[in-house]
């Protein structure tokens, strides 16, 4: 599917397609983007990126090292084909409202296909997305959480997805906390990328300390993963 027949696709919102019992993906050639869809994306922007995706396990073993939230922006007029989605993200930034089609955009693979994997929550849950959204949009300018603390008031983008859907169910879960790890599971040993990281943050590597990760969210059981661009088979 090429990114202007997914535009197309975008335009108009289909019904909500009824939850599994299992995270397993869904057939993808009649996908249509849903508010509150997880967009878990394969980011291929440096070291950081690449030590993310060694010590974080993706749903069927996918790289992902980031994640945003989509969002419809009724107001934002279709215009040359994009769709009026934007997603919600933390990046380096801080809190940000993205374009759909520029956050598609911004990791590609050898046929020009975004490397993104869908996760939409699963029917119990999506009550939830109204609130979530909401408390998202009042996060935007926040600061990027630089040390993966939780409760800083700053949020890394895996975070950002916790926190929303956490204050969205009444300060219960939906995405589970899990202790943090910066080291190479086959050796045991601290990335070079992660010393160097938290060297110039001049701050202890958190290991062992709660967070959550877009591999971590991506197997969480209250999502069902849908799979547009095929890169779970590749």
Not at 50 to 57: R, S
Not at 144 to 171: P, Q, T
Request: proline share 6%; hydrophobic share 40%; net charge neutral.
């Amino acid at each position: 599917m090429n990114s202007i027949k997914w535009a197309l696709l975008l335009i108009s919102i289909g019904l909500l397609l009824p939850g599994c019992r299992q995270n397993t993906p869904e057939e993808s050639r009649d996908f249509v983007l849903q508010q509150g869809d997880l967009l878990f994306q394969d980011l291929d922007s440096g070291p950081l990126c690449d030590a993310i995706e060694k010590v974080t396990m993706g749903y069927h073993g996918a790289n992902f090292s980031h994640v945003g939230i989509a969002c419809l922006a009724a107001r934002r007029a279709a215009k040359n084909g994009s769709s009026n989605f934007v997603v919600i993200e933390a990046v380096s930034s801080g809190v940000e409202i993205t374009p759909l089609q520029e956050y598609l955009n911004r990791s590609l693979d050898a046929q020009h296909q975004p490397k993104i994997a869908v996760g939409r929550l699963k029917k119990s849950y999506r009550h939830l997305i109204p609130s979530a959204l909401e408390e998202a949009l009042a996060l935007k300018g926040q600061p990027y959480d630089k040390v993966f603390a939780i409760d800083n008031d700053a949020y890394y983008c895996s975070e950002l997805i916790y926190e929303i859907f956490l204050r969205a169910n009444k300060n219960r879960p939906v995405f589970n906390l899990q202790p943090m790890t910066f080291k190479e599971p086959q050796t045991g040993e601290t990335l070079v990328a992660w010393k160097d990281y938290f060297s110039k943050l001049s701050i202890p590597i958190p290991e062992g300390q709660p967070g959550i990760n877009p591999g971590g969210i991506s197997r969480s059981t209250t999502l069902t993963i849908i799979d547009p661009y095929d890169i779970l088979g590749k």
